[in-house]
């Protein structure tokens, strides 16, 4: 019977499985199975994955994070659509949408034949839906006033993938029943029949358990180290095989937000744009094949210059890509998840929900025994492969319908011995009916006969007219569609307000959740034990100082909870759930007053990666002031129990280097 899984691996693929299981199979009120979770603080979340769909909304509801509290914590925005420009004809004004929400009516018509019909027509995606219009006015999918999660068009985010993680860590090992192992993984532990039995650590020795899900990255500690199982690559399909990918400030503090991804086609490649609100991600992803490292490092610092003052100055990333994925992900009793299974290029975000996909198949699917196990591994298997493969189709159809011939790579894409015979076919029916919400594709199709669409008709594809799309009521109700969309471009959008006015709201908005900061409020009268531990400031919240253990340098962020030392994440976790704090404490933080010895502080610190935080708002003891304390006002107006608390605060100020070497570690 199966009573504990072990997952391998952090970052966002294994804190949305262990998330999405716990929240299945482990809650307080009704945990059925144990749930662990082991990674090592020497591996660093790559980070490339921001760009979500609206698949997330569920994930989050499913975990129990309100959507405010994300979007606080994870640096996260509203994301509606992808945009690709310079695809077709590689000319400035060439540009198109893939939105998030279906054309307009999408269960009940057809649009495309009616559209494809029409002599003057306007773009696709504007035509069929009101999101493209959306996106081009950089406006939010709902109002300020909306409830969580509530929207007036499909939506999915962009995100900070290491604070995302973050969160994620925090709300599964505090609601969720979760058990956190920060170590590194040195060996395995089989059975006869090679089943594996534990995971060998550095320190806390060997974890046993049922289930084994690998979610170890690129290391596959499991799935490749142990299992050995096969990589098929597919290079001979998608090029892409290197990444370059940069942090980039914007030019204002309200600068507008995209409300898409914007990916801008280049010679050997292309260039990803995400909008976040403090910050874009960028990254230009090519195929060294055709391009060195150099030439495509020129072309994303040209891109970037329209913008940025001094692109020199800012920090390059290389990341190799590999794309393709395992023969088989479920062997024996463990699951490869995230990028252990396979990675592609992330040109429609498919990263993030094969990692939910495959999380809420193994938790619906769930074996009740080691025997029922291999029958549920075959279909997983089944599934998964499918899956890929419809990924791999549809990203490539980006190429195929490419007319660009102004470089090799384009060119060379479009080779019929480089296109998958399941992707010619589709094409060829597709030439003669236009792709619709009629079955023909598979439940298991990660996209719709509506992606199909905005991307064929988006890049010019055209169907030939019918009999069967054609009939007189068809295209009747296809204009009263395109008349509702009309009217709604009309009158929706004066309703809702810019991406960056909605997230500057929510920002504003109080944290529904016990800690969504990089501090937490901690008990003066304890800070003799702390001070050995955790840097320890004063912070003015409303009128009166309270005393605050700084955690971390960027919002939501616990770097302790990361560490490998059970006696400081113990500690970590007491103080986040507790929130202790002695109300005679105040009576000493006046006295401190009285005499000025408290003065405000600010942390500017530059990381090993050249970037810079500053942390302001926090106040310490005044040092010098402290010095000319005499000793007839001690006892008088000011107590030795006061002296001896202000000692503690300057002794904890000696863990901040810790903090910061920390931090290093991470990047």
Known sequence: MLKSIVIVGGGSAGWITAGLLAAEHATKDNQRITITLVESKNIGTIGVGEGTWPTMVGTLKKIGIAETDFLQCCNASFKQASKFKQWVSGEESDQYYHPFSMPQDFD????????????????????????????????APKQVESPDYATVENHGYHLDAVKFAALLTQHCTTKLNVKHIVDDVIAVQATDNNDISAVVTKNHGAIAGDLFIDCSGLAALLIDKHYKVPFISKKDILFIDKALAVQVPYSSENAPIESATVSTAQTAGWIWDI???????????????????????????????????????????????????????????????????????????????????????????LPASRKAMDVVAKNYNEIFVFRWERIIDFLKLHYVLSKRTDSQFWIDNKKPETIPDTLKDLLTLWQEQAPGNNGYLSPYDLFPAASYQYILYGMGFTSQPNLIDSSSEAFALAKKSLEKVQDRKNNIPKLLPSNRDLLNEIAKIKPKQVIQQNWVKVDLLTSNELAKNFPLFLKKIDTQYVCIALLGFEQAENLYALQDDAQLLEQSNILQTSHQHSAHQQSYIEQLVQHDLIEPVQLDITFNNNQSVVVSELFTINQPHLKKITASEINETLSERALSLASNLIESLNNIPMLIAMKNKLI
């Open 108 to 139: 009940k018509v057809n649009l495309a034949p009616y559209w494809l019909a029409q002599k003057e027509r306007i773009p696709f995606a504007q035509a069929v839906s009101l999101q493209a219009t959306l996106c081009d006015k950089k406006l």
């Open 275 to 365: 909008g976040l609100p403090t910050r874009r991600g960028v990254g230009h992803v090519y195929s060294s094949k055709y391009i060195s490292k150099d030439e495509a490092c020129a072309q994303l610092k040209n891109y970037l210059s329209n913008d940025v003052a001094d692109v020199e100055k800012l920090t390059f990333r290389e990341l190799n890509i590999s794309p393709g994925y395992r023969e088989k992900f479920w062997v024996n009793n463990c699951v490869a998840v995230g990028m252990s299974a396979g990675f592609i290029e992330p040109l429609e975000a498919s990263a993030l929900v094969m990692v939910e996909l495959a999380a809420l198949m193994i938790s619906k699917h």
